[in-house]
């Protein structure tokens, strides 16, 4: 079936230090999108990514939908403490309204 | 504007027995579906529900089985309660079946004993 493979699986970081993670398939998604989720919660959508090559910013996040469509990149500027969380990647299928396939996830400590 | 909502929070039942779930989607959505994320992991897809139909479904058994009412709210049923049935189930709500995001409710954490 498919499966995303997401690195790395955790950073530990220092306050202010930019954050990369990413996200790779073998198989082709249309959509892309990447959420955050705090312990005991669900998961918050941060940006969602509908063309390959696409660039997307939300604030101090920045996401690429990669150019062959089987990858996705997540990048976080200047980090401060509310960016702790773990970060999963999920590719959607037929437009991304319907199954969506996580990733395992990225657990992000950072240190002030 | 009203989010996705799940109850209950929590949930404890005994190996054998049955559950149900409930799920309000975020005003203006009509479409539901539900994950299950284990300790650790992903959340991995159950199924998901569209004009009260169920129209695609994950790799799990027919012990999972789902309802979606006109309001589209919906519900999640699990027959004969395994241990490893233990999870978090989260509900995510769509505008759909055009292309778009799915919105995450926070989950019901279901321990089977």
């Known amino acids: 079936g498919q499966q995303l493979n997401q690195s790395p699986q955790s950073m530990f970081i220092q306050e202010g230090e930019d954050v990369s993670m990413n996200c790779t398939s073998s198989?082709?998604?249309?959509?892309w999108l990447w959420y955050k989720q705090d312990p005991g919660e669900g998961p918050v959508l941060l940006i969602a990514?509908?063309?390959?090559?696409e660039l997307t910013s939300n604030g101090r996040l920045t996401a690429q939908f990669g150019t062959t469509r089987k990858d996705s990149f997540l990048n976080i500027s200047a980090s401060i403490p509310s960016d702790v969380g773990i970060y999963f990647c999920?590719?959607?299928?037929?437009?991304?309204?319907?199954?969506?396939?996580f990733g395992k996830g990225t657990k992000l400590t950072v240190n002030p | 504007d009203a989010g996705v909502t799940q109850s209950p929070t929590h949930l404890i039942k005994t190996r054998g027995q049955q559950v149900t779930l409930r799920c309000s989607p975020k005003?203006?959505?009509?479409?539901v579906s539900w994950y299950q994320q284990a300790l650790g992991q992903g959340p991995q897809f159950i199924f998901q529900?569209?004009?009260?139909?169920?129209?695609q479904r994950g790799n799990f058994p027919d012990r999972f089985s789902g309802h979606q009412f006109p309001n589209y709210s919906s519900e999640l049923n699990v027959n004969a309660l395994l241990l490893g049935d233990s999870a978090l189930y989260l509900c995510?709500?769509?505008?759909?079946?055009?292309?778009?995001?799915?919105?995450f409710g926070p989950g019901t954490r279901l321990t089977v004993t």
């Open positions: 529900y569209y004009e009260e139909e169920e129209r």
């Open positions: 198989s082709i998604f249309n959509t």
């Open positions: 999920a590719g959607g299928t037929q437009g991304g309204s319907e199954k969506l396939v």
């Open positions: 990514l509908y063309k390959a090559g």
């Open positions: 995510a709500s769509s505008l759909g079946p055009h292309p778009g995001e799915q919105y």
């Open positions: 005003s203006g959505h009509d479409t």
